[in-house]
């Protein structure tokens, strides 16, 4: 069974920084793109970040260029996300989320994390 | 960076009706776009890939059509179950992005 399993959220001022992870299990983690998807409750789903299974494919949501950094260790199953320079406007609950495949030709996401909290808050 | 656009951003049906749901992409993205469905307190479930392929274990009553910027997903026959909300989503090319959800309600 696919887990994804989001830690390191929580309450930081602004400006501040903030690094969530995402331990996968149930899968071969090292196979497969992950995303960040970002929702904040009662509204609409927002991609953040993408990573291929190689590191070799990177994108990011304009919202959040040049500021936040996604990463992944195959060699852990973790998927990570630096976040700097937060805002209010970066909270939200975050989910890891599974790709079908590498990350090169078709994609759609299989399989969420329930999430991690961020709030960005003086 | 590519915009989608959903419509409507609600709507009221019965049990039974047929309910279609439309999603524009603001350029091509050839079949590159999968429908979500997401209940309170969940976390969304894929309905649809590649436009218009059948995630395993959706039932039929889902469908999609569409290709380059202009994609459909229906409800032949409305159940209880389907109160939700829907989600396009392109991944032609990063960044990826969602359409903005719709909200299925019961009438």
């Known amino acids: 069974e696919v887990q994804l399993v989001e830690s390191g959220g929580g309450l930081v001022q602004p400006g501040r920084s903030l690094t969530l992870s995402c331990r996968a299990s149930g899968f071969m983690f090292e196979d497969y793109a992950m995303y960040w998807v970002r929702q904040d409750p009662g509204k609409g789903l927002e991609w953040v970040s993408g990573i291929s299974w190689n590191s070799g494919r990177i994108g990011y949501a304009d919202s959040v260029k040049g500021r936040f950094t996604i990463s992944r260790d195959n060699a852990k199953n973790s998927l990570y996300l630096q976040m700097n320079s937060l805002r209010g406007e970066d909270t939200a609950l975050y989910y890891c989320?599974?790709?079908?495949?590498?990350?090169?030709?078709?994609?759609?996401?299989?399989?969420w994390g329930q999430g991690t909290q961020v709030t960005v808050s003086s | 960076d590519i915009q989608m656009t959903q419509s409507p951003s609600s709507v009221s049906a019965s049990v039974g009706d047929r309910v279609t749901i439309t999603c524009r992409a603001s350029?091509?993205?050839?079949?590159?776009l999968a429908w979500y469905q997401q209940k309170p307190g969940k976390t969304p479930e894929l309905l649809i890939y590649t436009t218009s392929s059948l995630q395993s274990g959706v039932p039929s009553r889902f469908s999609g059509s569409g290709f380059g910027t202009d994609f459909t997903l229906t409800i032949s026959s409305l159940q209880p179950e389907d109160f939700a909300t829907y989600f396009c989503h392109q991944t032609n090319s990063f960044p990826y992005t969602f359409g903005q959800g719709t909200k299925l309600e019961i009438k």
């Open positions: 989320v599974k790709d079908r495949g590498t990350g090169f030709g078709s994609s759609w996401m299989t399989a």
């Open positions: 350029q091509g993205i050839s079949n590159s």
